[in-house]
Structure formats: structure tokens, C-alpha cells
């Protein structure tokens, strides 16, 4: 008799909790438009960043951004948590791994795996804005 109660509490308890999950993305499901142009950027306290959030919270998990690289910045090889994938705005991302070099200009995309060593950087002329969206919270753990 006490099995079969906690089994049946622990059911509406998941269908509880899965009802409540299912009104809260259906809230959070809206149209998003915003211009690259127009965003609201913020820098990044390492400097040669600067960043607007479309949605989500990349200190939190899935998000996506508007990124900008000022010309000739360099990120360093380093590491992601989560895949990243970017589409190239305007300028160039520029970007190394093992494979070789990539210049990702604009209209193109490049996905990133997470934990995937590489480099990346700006143009040394134009910099570069993209879309930037990843699978998880943003991290970026320098590589040896």
C-alpha cells in the first residue's frame, strides 16, 4: 500500500513539474527581432569584446548574441563547454585549430564543438560582428 502511494505521488509530482515546463516555454516563445545595427552592446571586461544578448543568459546556459571583435583582437587558443555555431556579420572571425586557418567572413558559419582547442581573433582592419549562439553558458578556458 505505501509502494503504490509513493509511486503514485512521485508520478504527479513528474507530471506536476512537467506541466509547469511546458507553460513556461510556451511563455517564453515570442518573436525576436534585433538589428545588429541598433543593439545595445556591452564590453567584456577582457577587453577587445563586446557582446549584445538576444536571448537567454549566457552566464546560464543556451543563449545567443550579436559579438563584436575589435580589429586585431586576439582571444588566445582556448576551449568551450558547449558548441558554439557563428555566422559572420560584417568583417572577419579568424580562426585556427590543428586543421589550419580559416578566415570567416561574412556570410559564413562556422561551428565549434565544445571542447575543441582553437584560436580565433579579429580582422586587423574591420574587426568582426557575428551571431553567435552556443548550446550552453559561455565560457572561454584558455588552452596550453
Known amino acids: 500500500m505505501k509502494k503504490s502511494f509513493f509511486v503514485s505521488a512521485v508520478t504527479a509530482l513528474t507530471i506536476v513539474v512537467g506541466l509547469v515546463a511546458v507553460a513556461q516555454a510556451q511563455k517564453d516563445k515570442q518573436v525576436i527581432y534585433v538589428s545588429s ?20 543568459e549566457m552566464d546560464k ?9 575589435d580589429p586585431g583582437y586576439d582571444a588566445g587558443m582556448h576551449t568551450h563547454t558547449s558548441d558554439v555555431w557563428i555566422v559572420v556579420i560584417k ?18 558559419f562556422l561551428r565549434v564543438p565544445g571542447g575543441h582547442k582553437h584560436w580565433s581573433g579579429g580582422d586587423k582592419t574591420e574587426g568582426a560582428l557575428f551571431y553567435e549562439e552556443a548550446s550552453g553558458k559561455f565560457d572561454s578556458t584558455p588552452a596550453k
Open 37 to 56: 545595427a541598433q543593439a545595445t552592446y556591452k564590453a567584456s571586461p577582457r577587453g577587445g569584446v563586446s557582446m549584445a544578448a538576444l536571448w537567454g
Open 91 to 108: 568583417g572577419a572571425y579568424l580562426y585556427k585549430d590543428e586543421a589550419g586557418e580559416r578566415r570567416v567572413g561574412s556570410g559564413d
Open 61 to 69: 546556459g543556451p543563449h545567443a548574441t550579436f559579438t563584436k571583435f
